[in-house]
């Protein structure tokens, strides 16, 4: 039996989804992961060190690392991980492309949570490929549970998903809700039981974070906000129909790479909505129709098929990286400052101070107005964190 290849995954933090990520990749490696941010009292290079200390020892061939909202995880750290094939991945690159985008140069290939997503990457000229998160087909599954309720949500709760709700229990139809917000959130497995016991898993697709940030050229300081909201596609989509439930989706884009109008329904408004859901709940032939069209598009779509070519790519790579004409000045300025104020201590000052030869390497090619502003602000960086650290931990003792 052939022995199967070690890997390593770094995430950020421990998070409930990265057990289907380890899930994914269990199928075909041997799996190790790190949590970076459990990583104490290390500096930028003791951390990749160690990393890279974790590679030769345990004999590992191929990295992937988890980039969202971690801007730690960058271009030049990624780049200092030696000798091992590199896979980024991404489930909220909507409001993260413009940075991802560039620090998967350092990568061979490209895992991506959206569709439209992976067009914008391979657009670029990256081998990239999409995978729905929570694709765990022991999880979720059809349970042959008894239909008890109309229409679920679960999810996050903001002011527009209420309006929704609200609009639709007020006309008639009663909505069980589930999430955090609503203070019953449930384990993946008793998630997946109460999505058979529905007849309808409500989408309901529009960013909650308030805002998209965007990075632009003269936002100097910090990414800007401009967009209210980006329509997503949502893995509640993928998980009601691999549990054998109906879903209608509030529109986003891309719905058409996946569905045909008999296999999942999309509306605009919540009076759409409401007058969808009627539909198919007062008519039984045609809701039983059309859940068994959504569901077996689902898991034709989300099975291990949908895994296999992403193996292939990473193990027989044909693709040149990426070369990036040049680094952008906003992204400098993000490497840089997440190398001078990882650990940042007033008793660790000398250390900080010698982190400047990684400063110096990142911003070697750029021009002399950015060298000279990259070092004047890391220079700042390094006295003024410290206080600011010591400041914070003195006022919580």
């Not at 008999?262 to 809701?287: A, D, P, Q, R, V």
Request: proline share 2%.
């Amino acid at each position: 039996m052939k022995t199967k290849k070690k890997i390593l995954i770094l995430f950020k933090s421990p998070w409930d989804w990265n057990k289907f990520i380890i899930y994914k990749l269990s199928k075909f490696y041997n799996v190790e992961h790190l949590y970076i941010n459990a990583i104490q009292d290390k500096n930028f290079s003791e951390i990749l060190s160690e990393i890279n200390k974790k590679i030769d020892e345990d004999k590992i061939e191929i990295v992937f690392f988890e980039a969202d909202y971690y801007k730690f995880v960058n271009l030049y750290f990624i780049s200092k991980i030696k000798n091992v094939k590199k896979v980024l991945m991404t489930f909220d690159d909507y409001d993260l492309h413009e940075m991802n985008a560039i620090t998967a140069s350092a990568c061979d290939v490209v895992i991506t949570g959206c569709p439209l997503s992976l067009l914008k990457y391979k657009e670029k000229g990256y081998q990239a490929f999409w995978t729905f998160l929570e694709n765990d087909n022991d999880v979720y599954k059809n349970y042959k549970e008894k239909k008890e309720f109309d229409v679920l949500f679960f999810g996050g709760l903001n002011n527009d998903r209420k309006i929704f709700l609200d609009y639709i229990e007020k006309k008639g139809i009663k909505v069980k809700i589930v999430g955090k917000q609503s203070n019953n959130f449930l384990k993946d497995e008793d998630l997946a039981k109460l999505i058979c016991k529905s007849k309808i898993v409500l989408n309901l697709s529009k960013s909650t974070w308030g805002a998209v940030r965007t990075y632009a050229f003269f936002q100097l300081l910090y990414p800007d906000h401009i967009y209210k909201f980006f329509y997503q596609i949502k893995g509640r989509l993928f998980t009601a129909g691999l549990c054998g439930t109906a879903c209608v989706s509030e529109f986003f884009p891309g719905y058409n790479l996946f569905f045909n109008e008999n296999e999942l329904e999309i509306f605009y408004t919540k009076e759409e909505c409401f007058e969808i859901l009627t539909n198919l709940l007062k008519n039984e032939e045609l809701l039983e129709k059309y859940t068994n069209n959504f569901s077996t598009k689902v898991q034709n779509v989300c099975d291990d098929r949908e895994f296999r070519p992403i193996i292939n790519a990473i193990e027989n790579l044909k693709y040149e990286k990426v070369k990036l004409l040049k680094v952008p000045y906003w992204y400098l300025r993000i490497a840089a400052k997440q190398i001078i104020i990882r650990n940042i201590k007033i008793s660790s000052l000398k250390k900080s101070i010698l982190q400047f030869n990684l400063i110096f390497s990142l911003i070697k090619n750029s021009s002399i107005l950015t060298k000279l502003l990259i070092l004047f602000e890391s220079i700042i960086n390094v006295f003024w964190y410290p206080i600011v650290k010591a400041i914070k931990t003195k006022k919580f003792q």
